[in-house]
């Protein structure tokens, strides 16, 4: 079974920098795509950004495009985000997912199966 562990959520300064890491500890399974969501208080879960394995294609949603970068190791499904100029409005819980099996949209909660615990990244202006 695939167990999602994060790391790396904290609190920074407007305009600071985060990584998060989110490795699958079973490691019993591969997986065909991993992506990161975030959740605000009061809001829902929403896309950030996706890697697809074959071909180490990403995606990123409008609002971290050019601040965010995803990247990974498919082999070990380990997934990182680089999170830079970071704004008070990216402060919410950062949620790891995976997903084993192969199809296109990676962009919504119901595109994966397996989810992580979540990691709170804090921006202070």
């Known amino acids: 079974q695939v167990q999602l562990v994060e790391s790396g959520g904290g609190l920074v300064q407007a305009g600071g920098s985060l990584r998060l890491s989110c490795t699958d500890s079973?490691?019993?399974?591969?997986?065909?795509?991993m992506g990161w969501f975030r959740q605000a208080p009061g809001k829902d879960r929403v896309f950030v950004a996706a890697?697809?394995?074959?071909?180490?294609?990403?995606y990123y949603a409008d609002s971290v495009k050019g601040r965010f970068t995803i990247s990974g190791d498919g082999a070990k499904s380990t997934v990182y985000l680089q999170m830079n100029l970071l704004e008070p409005e990216d402060t919410a819980v950062y949620y790891c997912?995976?997903?084993?099996?192969?199809?296109?949209?990676?962009?919504?909660?119901?595109?994966?199966?397996?989810w992580g615990q979540g990691t709170q990244v804090t921006v202070s202006s």
């Open positions: 079973g490691r019993t399974f591969s997986t065909y795509a």
């Open positions: 997912a995976a997903r084993t099996y192969s199809g296109s949209s990676l962009f919504t909660t119901t595109a994966y199966n397996y």
């Open positions: 890697i697809r394995w074959s071909g180490s294609n990403t």
